[in-house]
């Protein structure tokens, strides 16, 4: 058997030396893939994360507006309700007030007779006579009164006749008023605030 020369225990040792080197290359190069294949790993979990935050944001500007919408229906519903009770308080109170006023009324319009007859007897009283002075101070002390309670005399003598004040007791020709003129009264009519309290008994031109 003959012997190699020793140039080619050089060139084994060489390409050894090749062999060795390109298996460390190699496995350099293996060493490194997983990390650009993290870096890429990595990379789409950014992004996936990234679409995952806008839509998850969305959901809540979503969520957000529809809980707006609520609030102000909410609020509506609430002005509508607050705007319902005022206007009930309101016609509450109004009623309240006219309740009072007829009671107020019903009650004054029984002492109207009681002025209808100082006033005949006024009417009627004899001259420089100290009762008849003392019966007036009283008939205007009771006007007083009706009068702090909203309670005033119509004044319906020369006024055109009017059904919703005035109540007739006759038609007859009158030289001083024209047809349809109330040219007397015969019981004075009364007004409690804007209501009629008792009409007047009236006669009405011809």
Same mark, same amino acid.
Request: proline share 4%; hydrophobic share 35%.
């Given at each position: 058997?003959?012997?190699?020369? !020793? !140039?080619? !225990?050089?060139?084994?040792?060489?390409?050894?030396?090749? !062999?060795?080197?390109?298996?460390?290359?190699s496995m350099h190069e293996k060493k490194k893939k997983p990390e650009e294949q993290g870096q890429e790993i990595h990379s789409d979990d950014g992004e996936k994360a990234h679409q995952a935050l806008e839509l998850e944001i969305e959901v809540l500007?979503?969520?957000?507006?529809?809980?707006?919408?609520? @609030?102000?229906?909410?609020?509506?519903?609430?002005?509508?309700?607050?705007?319902?009770?005022?206007?009930f308080r309101r016609r509450t109170e109004q009623e309240n007030a006219l309740v009072g006023r007829v009671a107020s009324g019903q009650t004054i319009k029984k002492f109207l007779t009681g002025v209808d007859d100082?006033?005949?007897?006024?009417?009627?009283?004899?001259?420089?006579?100290?009762?008849?002075?003392?019966i007036e101070l @009283?008939?205007?002390?009771?006007?007083?009164?009706l009068e702090?309670?909203? @309670?005033?005399?119509?004044?319906?003598?020369?006024?055109?006749?009017?059904?919703?004040?005035?109540?007739?007791?006759?038609?007859?020709?009158?030289?001083?008023?024209?047809?349809?003129? @109330?040219s007397a009264v015969i019981q004075q009519g009364y007004m409690h605030g804007d209501r009629v309290l008792r009409p007047a008994l009236v006669k009405v031109a011809q």
């Open positions: 058997m003959k012997h190699l020369p !020793n !140039n080619s !225990n050089l060139y084994f040792q060489g390409k050894t030396k090749i !062999n060795y080197r390109r298996e460390y290359e500007k979503s969520n957000l507006s529809e809980a707006q919408a609520k @609030v102000q229906e909410y609020l509506d519903a609430l002005q509508r309700e607050r705007a319902d009770f005022m206007n100082l006033e005949r007897a006024l009417a009627h009283r004899p001259a420089d006579d100290v009762w008849a002075s003392g @009283v008939y205007r002390k009771f006007l007083s009164i702090a309670e909203g @309670v005033t005399r119509m004044q319906a003598e020369g006024q055109i006749f009017n059904p919703e004040l005035h109540e007739a007791i006759s038609q007859e020709p009158s030289e001083k008023y024209e047809s349809g003129i @109330v």
